[in-house]
């Protein structure tokens, strides 16, 4: 396989909308087949249909990233339709911000099910055909707060961390098989992941923040474009970006 992105089968989770969706019309129109997740299905489609239109290839596939089954049948998917699979981008991500003294123990629970668990099962799934190629790229969305902490992060925070070690343990471990590992963390970048913050001062305050210095989502695009196009025996390891004014 070439180290371009040419040719390339991309399985991109959480590719409803922000940053997921960004790379998939990136990533196409430099040639790759992409294959989207998320749980609007509504959305994936009109993205696949704009991509063909434009004379793309791509693929909606319904799912849910803490159902397993269904993290396993969008990575089959992509192996029936275009016979393999050379990037995963276990991108789908949930960032209900609170402190902890709110109890908000339910978001805690979806963020350690979407942002880790997720994660986990975009891995258990994507292993085995990549193992079997002999060649492979998993790229993992942490975040700034998976390296320092800010007001409400500290369940989020944990996640991103977590997120960052497991991919560098599935680095080491994997790298026999040819297969590459990238960490991804952005800073603040303009997408949907505030609306689903419940606790309104903390909604509002990261909402002006983000106004204020946050970059459209098709800087993390070119940044993952520039991971996936080197060649393949260099892996690039992990990625830390921030919008220039962000502290
Ligand atoms: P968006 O809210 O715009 O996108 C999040 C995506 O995740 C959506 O496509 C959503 O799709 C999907 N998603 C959420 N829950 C699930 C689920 N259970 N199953 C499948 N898909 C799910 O936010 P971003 O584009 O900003 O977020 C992308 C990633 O970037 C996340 O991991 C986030 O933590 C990370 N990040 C974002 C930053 C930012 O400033 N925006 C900064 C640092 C990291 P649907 O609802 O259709 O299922």
């Given at each position: 396989m070439s180290s371009s992105i040419e040719g390339k089968v991309v399985v991109i989770t959480?590719?409803?909308?922000?940053m997921g969706e960004a790379a998939a019309r990136h990533l196409s129109a430099h040639g790759a087949a992409v294959v989207l997740g998320a749980r609007r299905i509504g959305r994936l489609r009109a993205l696949v249909e704009e991509i063909t239109a434009a004379g793309g290839k791509a693929l909606a596939v319904e799912t849910d990233v803490t159902d397993r089954g269904q993290v396993q049948h969008l990575v089959n998917a992509a192996v029936e339709t275009y016979g393999r699979i050379d990037v995963l981008i276990n991108n789908a991500g949930v960032m209900p911000l609170s402190p902890m003294d709110r109890l908000k123990v339910d978001e805690w629970d979806q963020m350690i099910d979407v942002n880790l668990k997720g994660v986990l099962y975009g891995i258990a799934a994507a292993l085995p055909p990549m193992m079997e190629q002999k060649s492979g790229h998993i790229i993992n969305l942490s975040s700034v707060a998976g390296h320092k902490l800010f007001g409400g992060s500290a369940v989020y925070s944990a996640t991103k961390f977590g997120v960052r070690a497991l991919s560098e343990g599935l680095r080491q471990e994997v790298k026999a098989y040819n297969i590459r590992t990238t960490i991804i963390s952005p800073g603040a970048v303009k997408t949907e992941l505030l609306d689903h913050i419940s606790e309104t001062d903390i909604q509002k305050a990261n909402q002006d923040y983000v106004g204020q210095v946050g970059v459209p989502a098709d800087s993390f695009a070119r940044i993952v474009a520039f991971a996936i196009s080197q060649p393949e025996e260099l892996d690039i390891n992990e990625i830390l970006f921030r919008p220039t004014s962000q502290e």
């Amino acid at each position: 396989m070439s180290s371009s992105i040419e040719g390339k089968v991309v399985v991109i989770t959480g590719a409803s909308s922000g940053m997921g969706e960004a790379a998939a019309r990136h990533l196409s129109a430099h040639g790759a087949a992409v294959v989207l997740g998320a749980r609007r299905i509504g959305r994936l489609r009109a993205l696949v249909e704009e991509i063909t239109a434009a004379g793309g290839k791509a693929l909606a596939v319904e799912t849910d990233v803490t159902d397993r089954g269904q993290v396993q049948h969008l990575v089959n998917a992509a192996v029936e339709t275009y016979g393999r699979i050379d990037v995963l981008i276990n991108n789908a991500g949930v960032m209900p911000l609170s402190p902890m003294d709110r109890l908000k123990v339910d978001e805690w629970d979806q963020m350690i099910d979407v942002n880790l668990k997720g994660v986990l099962y975009g891995i258990a799934a994507a292993l085995p055909p990549m193992m079997e190629q002999k060649s492979g790229h998993i790229i993992n969305l942490s975040s700034v707060a998976g390296h320092k902490l800010f007001g409400g992060s500290a369940v989020y925070s944990a996640t991103k961390f977590g997120v960052r070690a497991l991919s560098e343990g599935l680095r080491q471990e994997v790298k026999a098989y040819n297969i590459r590992t990238t960490i991804i963390s952005p800073g603040a970048v303009k997408t949907e992941l505030l609306d689903h913050i419940s606790e309104t001062d903390i909604q509002k305050a990261n909402q002006d923040y983000v106004g204020q210095v946050g970059v459209p989502a098709d800087s993390f695009a070119r940044i993952v474009a520039f991971a996936i196009s080197q060649p393949e025996e260099l892996d690039i390891n992990e990625i830390l970006f921030r919008p220039t004014s962000q502290e």
